[in-house]
Structures are given as structure tokens and as C-alpha cells.
């Protein structure tokens, strides 16, 4: 079975798909590497470029920062981050984004505390 991982990559995929697969996430790489501030490159150019679904766009550039590539998002594209302004605000995305999920995890705690539990029987 050709199932994927959490990223899209093909777990037990052929050497083609995976050649495919690295071929099209080293060209977005390189795309944003070159790309700037005041011309980033957008997921609609990178998908196109690419011959990847716009998902598989997102996965990519996830993995790429996971791999430690200072990858930003700003006025409708990606870029490339190299000054510390970019970086700055890179990061605290990253920080706004785990203070809101720190959030929602304390409301759900809070919230399944003495929460009635519906019976789907008496809704149907």
C-alpha cells in the first residue's frame, strides 16, 4: 500500500516517487531561497512550479523549516528570511501560534470537566 506519512512523503513509495517527490521540494527551496520580502513567492507559483497539490506545498515548506530554513510568510507569499527583523517576526509566529494552541488545550480541559455527554439515540 502507498500510504503517506503526516508530511505527505510516500512511505513505501517507489524510487520514482520519491525521486519526485525530493525533486519537487528542492525546487521550493530554491524558489523561496531566492525569493524576497518585497517579492515572495506565492503557494499557487510554487505549486504550479513544482507539480504539487497546494497541501503538499504547505508539508513541504513545514519540513524545509523543520530542517532549520528560515522560510517567511508575508504579503501573500514565502520568502526567504536572512535579516533579524524577518526572523523576529518568523519566530513570534511560531509563539503566537503555540500560546493560542496553549489556549484551546486549557479550555477543552476546563470545558470537558462536567460536560454532559449527549446520547446519540435521543438526537436521532
Not at 500510504?3 to 510516500?10: E, I, L, S
Not at 517507489?14 to 523561496?32: E, F, G, L, P, V
Amino acid at each position: 500500500m502507498n500510504t503517506k506519512n503526516r508530511k505527505g512523503t510516500p512511505r513505501s513509495a517507489n524510487s520514482k516517487q520519491q525521486n519526485d517527490y525530493i525533486t519537487a521540494k528542492t525546487k521550493i527551496k530554491i524558489m523561496i531561497k531566492n525569493a524576497t520580502k518585497k517579492t515572495p513567492v506565492t503557494r499557487e507559483e510554487l505549486s504550479m512550479l513544482s507539480g504539487v497539490s497546494d497541501r503538499m506545498v504547505r508539508n513541504m515548506i513545514q519540513e524545509l523549516r523543520d530542517e532549520g530554513c528560515w522560510f517567511a510568510h508575508y504579503n501573500k507569499g514565502y520568502f526567504h528570511a536572512t535579516s533579524e527583523e524577518d526572523r523576529n517576526m518568523l519566530i513570534n509566529d511560531y509563539i503566537s501560534r503555540i500560546k493560542h494552541m496553549s489556549m484551546t488545550v486549557k479550555a477543552l480541559e476546563s470545558g470537558a470537566e462536567g460536560q454532559e455527554v449527549m446520547d446519540i439515540e435521543k438526537i436521532l
